[in-house]
């Protein structure tokens, strides 16, 4: 019984490297699964953006419409702050992206190295690692052979390294969708704040900075498989702790014009 298990769990095993690999067999079929890790490098700079630009200008806002500035004045420092806040999220997301790209590529090159001087070496390495997650022996060394026979440089990188392309570092992506959608979501207090009855202004664009950033923590947990309820509580929370820090600030040293 106890062979008869090994080698139904050899047969699986195999079977499913030899799907993966694109070698011409009975049993390959097309992997069509999607996942919400699929998603995880634009969505956190999007929502970061998002919830930035939201939070910041309407902090902002509120900050100089405490201090009772006059109308023009609480526009422009809107607009101001809506442009900075757009450029530094982009400059801030590529650096920073970029470094960590910086960091796998050189990574990688350091792989290829130590496979052109030692491939043997590696091999063991590669096997030592499927051993660490359940396989005897000799299947790792049988599966680590041939995976390296396909891309050995590939295997170390995702194995080994855990780089992959879903979560490869992706810079000027990552710096698009943040300066994108930290001006979009710096758009809605601004368009408030520029409707609103002046003697009203700090409740209508707190309100609405408030309901929207509920919103988007919602649709942000939705869509990365999360708690709704959770990422909603979260967001306002933090939120509103900010916006009522500055708009303290404000009424605190401001001065009535």
């Not at 405490?66 to 900075?84: D, P, Q």
């Not at 005897?136 to 041939?146: I, R």
């Not at 409740?203 to 309820?229: D, E, F, M, P």
């Amino acid at each position: 019984m106890l062979g008869l298990r090994s080698s139904l769990r050899r047969y699986q095993i195999i079977r499913v490297f030899f799907t993966t690999q694109g070698t011409p067999t009975p049993m390959k079929r097309r992997h069509l699964e999607r996942h919400n890790i699929d998603k995880v490098g634009w969505l956190r700079a999007a929502v970061l953006g998002a919830n930035d630009g939201i939070v910041s200008t309407a902090s902002l806002l509120l900050g100089v419409a405490s201090a009772h500035a006059a109308h023009n004045s609480i526009m422009l420092t809107g607009i101001a702050g809506l442009t900075a806040g757009a450029m530094s999220m982009a400059t801030g997301e590529y650096v920073s992206v970029h470094s960590q790209s910086d960091t796998e590529k050189a990574a990688i090159a350091e792989e290829r190295q130590e496979l052109d001087a030692d491939y043997h070496s590696e091999q063991n390495e590669l096997a030592a690692i499927y051993v660490g997650r359940g396989l005897d022996l000799p299947l790792a060394n049988q599966v680590a052979q041939k995976l390296m026979e396909h891309d050995a440089l590939a295997a170390h990188t995702r194995d080994e390294l855990g780089i992959s392309t879903r979560t490869s570092a992706r810079p000027l992506q990552a710096a698009l969708a943040s300066a994108c959608s930290f001006a979009i979501g710096a758009i809605l207090p601004l368009a408030v704040a520029a409707f609103a009855p002046e003697a009203q202004l700090i409740a209508w664009v707190a309100g609405a900075a408030l309901v929207s950033l509920a919103i988007l923590g919602g649709l942000a947990a939705k869509t990365g498989g999360a708690r709704i309820w959770t990422g909603v509580m979260r967001v306002t929370f933090w939120s509103a702790l900010a916006m009522g820090v500055t708009a303290g600030v404000g009424a605190l040293f401001g001065v009535a014009t």
